[in-house]
């Protein structure tokens, strides 16, 4: 990367530096992840794109610190990745709420587990609850929640712990079409809110679109970046905008022709 390309990039808070991922299989080695290089930015939304089953999940775990690579290395703030930190919060596509617990219980978990004091988490976690739009619902179970409400809390929950990066894998992929969509929507208007790093995983072009300052399009399996765009259409944006519907068009183009 030239020095001019790193001005315009910025400081970045996340490095992947030819990271390799192989995993050992009952028929031999798999490998995962292949000469990766990414770059996240501070308050950046970098979304991670590329067709299904192409180790986007495992780059997301890499970078959390749930898997450690083969080759490479991952940096955050310049400091090597060694395991999980309070510093990366993670938002999954598999809804992992306690559901002994309230929205108010699952939302304070990781302060309470911290020793933070019950006035302070609580306050802090009313907060959060506030922007994810879940007010009157603190003493709710995930039983009685919607699948969307579902996915506002484990969101409330990751930015209760104010990381530095959100990690976000598919949080929106088993969701129904309508309520996923007013999900990027609350998503946009959240990070806008509350600004923060986030990597956000996604095998569907328009919500990659919709959500990105920057897109990373990935081969498939082993994954590596193949095409990076900058998507500078302002916000909130229009899925039938003439700009919108052109770069559908070429990203898909390319995608397709990595399959």
């Known amino acids: 990367m030239s020095m001019e390309q790193e001005r315009e990039l910025g400081t970045p808070i996340i490095e992947c530096e030819n990271v390799s991922k192989t995993f050992m299989t009952p028929e031999g080695e798999h490998q995962v992840v292949k000469d990766l290089n990414i770059r996240a930015k501070k308050n950046e939304f970098l979304v991670l794109f590329g067709p299904g089953q192409c180790g986007k999940t495992t780059i997301i775990n890499l970078i959390a610190g749930f898997e450690k690579v083969s080759g490479g290395m991952i940096k955050a703030n310049g400091e090597p990745i060694k395991g999980p930190a309070p510093s990366r919060g993670v938002v999954f596509q ?3 709420l306690f559901p002994w617990m309230t929205t108010m219980g699952n939302v ?11 006035k ?30 579902k996915q506002r809390v484990g969101i409330a929950r990751a930015y209760c712990n104010e990381p530095e990066v959100m990690l976000m894998d598919e949080p929106f992929g088993a969701l129904d079409a309508q309520t996923r969509y007013l999900m ?19 095998n569907n072009i328009e919500e990659a679109l919709y959500l990105a300052d920057r897109i990373l399009l ?30 559908r068009k070429e990203i898909t183009s390319v995608m397709d022709s990595t399959l």
């Open 184 to 202: 990027q929507e609350e998503l946009q208007r959240i990070w806008e809110t509350e600004k923060r790093t986030v990597i956000f995983v996604t």
């Open 108 to 118: 304070e978990y990781g302060l309470k587990m911290k020793g933070v004091g019950k």
């Open 94 to 96: 598999s809804i992992s």
């Open 218 to 247: 990935l081969t498939n399996c082993p994954a590596t970046v193949k095409k990076e765009y900058v998507i500078d259409m302002p916000r909130p944006r229009s899925l039938v905008s003439p700009e919108f519907l052109r770069l």
């Open 120 to 149: 302070e988490r609580q306050e802090r976690a009313q907060k959060y609850i506030d922007l994810v739009g879940l007010q009157g619902f603190e003493q709710s179970y995930p039983v009685q929640l919607s699948g969307g409400m």
